[in-house]
C-alpha cells in the first residue's frame, strides 16, 4: 500500500527537519521540538500536522519573523531545474511554507521576498494568500513583474496565487475588484511555453468562470484570435471546461 502524503510527516521528518535547522542555528532546541510535537503529531491529518509542525516551531525559533526566515534561508537548498520536482522533491518545506502562511501575512517585503525564494524549490502560494488578502493591489502588482521573470516557476507563482479557488486554501475574490492588473498577469503568461504555468492559467480562468462568467469572457474573448498561439489555444481549451459541461448539462437531449 502506497503512504499516504501524511504519513511522510511524522516523527522521523521532524528529526531530520530539526537537525537541518540545528545545522544553521546551533542554539536550535530539537530535543524540545520533537517532544512538543511527538504526543499527537501521528494521529493527526495532513493539514493539522502542518500546523503542529509549524507552531512548533514558532515556540523553538527566535522571536523576531525576520531571523527565523533567515534561518529557513540557509536550509532550502539549491534550486530545482524546471518545472517538476514541487512535490517529489520538495516536499519537506511544506511545514516552512505553512510557518510563513500563519506569521508573516503583514510582513509583506519579507514573506513575498521569502516565497519568491521557496518557490523555486517547493511551491509559494500558500504562503502568498494571506499577503494577497491584506495587500491585494500591491500583491498584484508584484505579481504582474514575477509573470516577466526569467524562472518559470517564479512565473507560475504569479499565476497560482491569485486563484480564486486554489485548493487547500480559502477562497479569495479580492482578485476581481483589481481585475485589470488581474488580466494583465495572466496576459503576461498565456503564450508561455511552460506546461505548469500553462494549466496554471487556465485553472485561474476556470476558477473565474464559476464565479464571474461575464469577466471569462472578457478575458477569453480579447485572447481568442486566428494568430494566436498553440498555447494559448491550450489554455482556453482547458479553462472553459466547467464551461462546456454547462453548456452540455443544459443543452436539450
Request: aromatic share 12%; with cysteine.
Amino acid at each position: 500500500m502506497a503512504q499516504k502524503l501524511k504519513e511522510h510527516y511524522d516523527i522521523a521528518y521532524c528529526l531530520s527537519l530539526g537537525q537541518k535547522i540545528g545545522s544553521v542555528y546551533p542554539s536550535f532546541d530539537l530535543e524540545r521540538f520533537i517532544h512538543s510535537v511527538s504526543p499527537s503529531l501521528e494521529s493527526l491529518e495532513f493539514n493539522d500536522r502542518q500546523t503542529l509542525i509549524a507552531t512548533t516551531l514558532k515556540e523553538v525559533l527566535p522571536e523576531s519573523y525576520e531571523q527565523t526566515l533567515e534561518i529557513f534561508s540557509q536550509i532550502l537548498g539549491p534550486e530545482l531545474e524546471g518545472s517538476l520536482g514541487m512535490f517529489t522533491e520538495g516536499w519537506w518545506l511544506w511545514p516552512v511554507g505553512k510557518f510563513v502562511e500563519l506569521y508573516g501575512g503583514e510582513q509583506f517585503e519579507q514573506t513575498t521576498a521569502f516565497s519568491k525564494e521557496l518557490t523555486k524549490r517547493f511551491t509559494g502560494e500558500f504562503c502568498m494568500r494571506p499577503i494577497l488578502a491584506r495587500y491585494p493591489e500591491q500583491t498584484i502588482r508584484l505579481m504582474i513583474e514575477w509573470s516577466k521573470d526569467a524562472n518559470q516557476r517564479v512565473r507560475r507563482l504569479a499565476s497560482e496565487c491569485l486563484r480564486i479557488h486554489l485548493p487547500w486554501s480559502k477562497k479569495i475574490e479580492v482578485v476581481l475588484d483589481y481585475f485589470d492588473l488581474y488580466t494583465e498577469v495572466l496576459s503576461n503568461l498565456k503564450d508561455d511555453t511552460d506546461k505548469s504555468i500553462q494549466k496554471s492559467v487556465a485553472n485561474n480562468l476556470n476558477d473565474l468562470f464559476k464565479v464571474d462568467p461575464e469577466r471569462f469572457e472578457q478575458i477569453i474573448g480579447a485572447w481568442e484570435r486566428s494568430d494566436m498561439t498553440k498555447e494559448c489555444a491550450w489554455i482556453i481549451k482547458h479553462a472553459s471546461r466547467t464551461k462546456n459541461k454547462k453548456m452540455a448539462s443544459s443543452s436539450p437531449q
